[in-house]
């Protein structure tokens, strides 16, 4: 009805714009709702990602700190060790 009074250039009665308002009004409303509804699931899912972001934000840096303890640790065991040998093989040496 309104299509065809675009694309044949043949002008809208008072009729057909008071069907358009009568049809428009509650369906701006419903779409309106749909659109807050759908913002706030958006809203309430980016809320309880976030805490899971940081959690993993954070078991990484204390995984990462870990990994560098550790091997600072079993690096300076190793110097220990071979410092341990050089002795060793010196005292061996002098006697």
Same mark, same amino acid.
């Given at each position: 009805m ?13 009729n057909?714009?008071m ?6 009004? =509650? ?17 309430? *899912?980016i809320?309880? /990602?976030? =805490?899971?972001?940081?959690l +993993?934000? *954070? ?12 091997k600072?640790?079993?690096? $300076?065991? $190793?110097?220990? /060790?071979?410092?341990? +040998?050089?002795?060793?093989d010196?005292?061996d040496e002098?006697?």
């Amino acid at each position: 009805m309104i299509w065809q009074s675009v694309v044949n250039g043949v002008t809208i009665v008072e009729n057909q714009t008071m069907v358009l308002a009568i049809i428009g009004g =509650p369906a701006l409303l419903i779409i309106t709702n749909i659109l807050d509804l759908y913002k706030q699931e958006t809203t309430t *899912d980016i809320q309880n /990602m976030t =805490p899971n972001y940081d959690l +993993q934000s *954070d078991l990484a840096k204390t995984q990462i700190a870990h990994d560098l303890e550790r091997k600072k640790a079993q690096h $300076e065991h $190793e110097m220990l /060790m071979e410092r341990t +040998q050089r002795h060793t093989d010196i005292s061996d040496e002098e006697q």
